[in-house]
Protein backbone atom coordinates (compact mmCIF):
# COMPACT_ATOMS: atom_id res chain seq x y z
CA UNK A 1 0.00 0.00 0.00
CA UNK A 2 1.39 3.58 -0.72
CA UNK A 3 1.39 6.36 1.40
CA UNK A 4 -2.07 8.56 0.78
CA UNK A 5 -3.76 5.65 -1.20
CA UNK A 6 -7.10 5.02 0.65
CA UNK A 7 -7.10 1.37 0.80
CA UNK A 8 -10.97 1.13 1.33
CA UNK A 9 -11.56 2.32 -2.27
CA UNK A 10 -11.25 0.29 -5.17
CA UNK A 11 -10.10 0.81 -8.41
CA UNK A 12 -13.72 1.80 -9.77
CA UNK A 13 -14.04 4.29 -6.58
CA UNK A 14 -16.43 2.17 -5.07
CA UNK A 15 -15.86 0.91 -0.91
CA UNK A 16 -15.23 -2.35 -0.27
CA UNK A 17 -13.75 -3.87 2.78
CA UNK A 18 -9.47 -4.71 2.76
CA UNK A 19 -8.70 -8.36 1.70
CA UNK A 20 -6.51 -9.13 4.18
CA UNK A 21 -6.31 -13.00 3.34
CA UNK A 22 -2.78 -12.53 2.39
CA UNK A 23 -1.07 -10.70 5.26
CA UNK A 24 0.75 -12.16 8.01
CA UNK A 25 -0.93 -12.61 11.39
CA UNK A 26 0.93 -10.39 13.96
CA UNK A 27 0.79 -8.59 17.25
CA UNK A 28 -1.16 -5.57 16.88
CA UNK A 29 -1.84 -3.02 19.50
CA UNK A 30 -3.30 0.70 19.82
CA UNK A 31 -4.25 3.40 22.02
CA UNK A 32 -6.59 5.99 21.97
CA UNK A 33 -7.40 8.71 24.00
CA UNK A 34 -10.44 11.37 24.90
CA UNK A 35 -11.27 13.57 27.45
CA UNK A 36 -14.60 14.73 29.03
CA UNK A 37 -14.58 18.47 30.53
CA UNK A 38 -16.63 19.16 33.08
CA UNK A 39 -17.86 21.61 35.77
CA UNK A 40 -15.67 20.92 39.22
CA UNK A 41 -18.65 19.77 41.13
CA UNK A 42 -19.33 17.16 38.76
CA UNK A 43 -15.95 15.59 38.78
CA UNK A 44 -16.30 15.49 42.58
CA UNK A 45 -19.89 14.22 42.30
CA UNK A 46 -17.77 11.23 40.12
CA UNK A 47 -15.03 10.82 43.04
CA UNK A 48 -17.32 10.46 45.84
CA UNK A 49 -19.41 8.09 44.00
CA UNK A 50 -22.35 9.70 44.51
CA UNK A 51 -23.87 10.00 40.23
CA UNK A 52 -27.62 8.78 40.85
CA UNK A 53 -27.15 6.35 38.21
CA UNK A 54 -24.39 4.57 39.96
CA UNK A 55 -20.61 3.73 38.97
CA UNK A 56 -19.59 6.15 36.26
CA UNK A 57 -15.84 5.12 36.02
CA UNK A 58 -16.88 1.46 35.86
CA UNK A 59 -19.66 1.74 33.98
CA UNK A 60 -17.77 3.88 31.09
CA UNK A 61 -14.90 1.46 31.51
CA UNK A 62 -17.15 -1.61 30.13
CA UNK A 63 -19.35 0.40 27.88
CA UNK A 64 -15.63 1.16 26.47
CA UNK A 65 -14.93 -2.67 26.57
CA UNK A 66 -18.06 -3.39 24.87
CA UNK A 67 -17.71 -1.22 22.25
CA UNK A 68 -14.09 -2.36 21.31
CA UNK A 69 -15.78 -5.84 20.73
CA UNK A 70 -18.31 -4.61 18.40
CA UNK A 71 -16.57 -2.04 16.70
CA UNK A 72 -17.11 -4.43 13.04
CA UNK A 73 -20.71 -3.74 13.73
CA UNK A 74 -20.51 -0.02 13.96
CA UNK A 75 -17.96 0.64 11.23
CA UNK A 76 -18.99 -0.70 7.90
CA UNK A 77 -15.84 -1.91 6.40
CA UNK A 78 -13.59 -3.22 9.94
CA UNK A 79 -13.03 -6.42 10.07
CA UNK A 80 -14.44 -8.39 12.60
CA UNK A 81 -11.32 -9.02 14.91
CA UNK A 82 -10.86 -11.99 18.01
CA UNK A 83 -9.42 -8.99 20.62
CA UNK A 84 -7.05 -10.47 22.66
CA UNK A 85 -7.13 -7.69 25.13
CA UNK A 86 -9.30 -4.46 25.48
CA UNK A 87 -8.10 -1.85 28.80
CA UNK A 88 -10.09 0.74 29.21
CA UNK A 89 -8.07 3.59 31.80
CA UNK A 90 -10.35 6.45 33.52
CA UNK A 91 -8.34 8.96 35.32
CA UNK A 92 -9.95 12.23 36.96
CA UNK A 93 -7.52 15.02 35.74
CA UNK A 94 -8.59 18.19 37.68
CA UNK A 95 -6.40 20.73 35.48
CA UNK A 96 -9.38 19.93 33.07
CA UNK A 97 -11.75 19.49 35.20
CA UNK A 98 -12.78 16.21 33.69
CA UNK A 99 -11.88 12.67 33.52
CA UNK A 100 -8.98 11.54 31.23
CA UNK A 101 -9.56 8.16 29.27
CA UNK A 102 -7.85 5.82 27.41
CA UNK A 103 -8.49 2.45 25.09
CA UNK A 104 -5.38 -0.10 24.85
CA UNK A 105 -6.52 -2.78 22.25
CA UNK A 106 -4.43 -6.00 20.92
CA UNK A 107 -4.88 -8.56 18.52
CA UNK A 108 -3.12 -11.49 16.77
CA UNK A 109 -3.98 -10.81 13.73
CA UNK A 110 -4.26 -9.62 10.15
CA UNK A 111 -5.23 -6.21 10.81
CA UNK A 112 -4.84 -3.49 12.85
CA UNK A 113 -7.14 -2.67 15.85
CA UNK A 114 -6.69 1.48 15.48
CA UNK A 115 -10.88 1.31 15.35
CA UNK A 116 -11.31 -0.65 18.13
CA UNK A 117 -9.87 1.54 20.18
CA UNK A 118 -11.14 4.69 19.22
CA UNK A 119 -14.38 3.26 19.37
CA UNK A 120 -14.01 2.01 23.05
CA UNK A 121 -12.81 5.51 24.13
CA UNK A 122 -15.62 7.38 22.19
CA UNK A 123 -18.05 4.99 23.64
CA UNK A 124 -16.48 5.43 27.07
CA UNK A 125 -16.80 9.04 26.93
CA UNK A 126 -20.18 9.21 25.60
CA UNK A 127 -21.21 7.13 28.98
CA UNK A 128 -19.50 9.24 30.96
CA UNK A 129 -21.65 12.01 29.87
CA UNK A 130 -24.66 9.24 29.95
CA UNK A 131 -24.47 8.54 33.51
CA UNK A 132 -23.59 12.74 35.19
CA UNK A 133 -25.61 14.35 32.46
CA UNK A 134 -28.62 15.31 35.27
CA UNK A 135 -25.98 17.08 37.27
CA UNK A 136 -24.26 19.27 33.83
CA UNK A 137 -25.38 19.15 30.46
CA UNK A 138 -22.54 21.58 29.65
CA UNK A 139 -19.55 18.45 29.38
CA UNK A 140 -17.69 18.78 26.31
CA UNK A 141 -15.83 15.73 24.49
CA UNK A 142 -12.62 16.03 23.34
CA UNK A 143 -9.30 15.22 22.04
CA UNK A 144 -10.28 11.95 20.85
CA UNK A 145 -7.34 10.55 18.96
CA UNK A 146 -4.68 7.74 18.28
CA UNK A 147 -1.71 7.68 20.37
CA UNK A 148 -0.03 4.85 19.48
CA UNK A 149 -0.41 1.60 17.01
CA UNK A 150 2.19 -1.45 16.92
CA UNK A 151 2.59 -4.32 15.01
CA UNK A 152 1.69 -5.16 11.01
CA UNK A 153 3.71 -3.85 8.02
CA UNK A 154 3.91 -0.12 8.75
CA UNK A 155 5.15 -1.17 11.79
CA UNK A 156 5.54 1.84 15.15
CA UNK A 157 3.42 4.77 14.58
CA UNK A 158 2.66 7.00 17.68
CA UNK A 159 1.57 10.78 18.24
CA UNK A 160 3.61 13.99 18.21
CA UNK A 161 3.92 15.18 21.47
CA UNK A 162 2.07 18.59 21.68
CA UNK A 163 4.11 21.10 23.14
Request: hydrophobic share 45%; with cysteine; glycine share 10%.
Amino acid sequence: MSEGRLTHIDATGAANMVDVSDKAATSRTAVAEGVVVMRPETLALIREGDAKKGDVIGTARLAGIMAAKRTHELIPLCHPLLLTKVKIACEPDATLPGLRLTAEVRVQGQTGVEMEALTAVSVACLTVYDMVKAADRGMRIEGIRLLSKEGGKSGQWRAEDEA
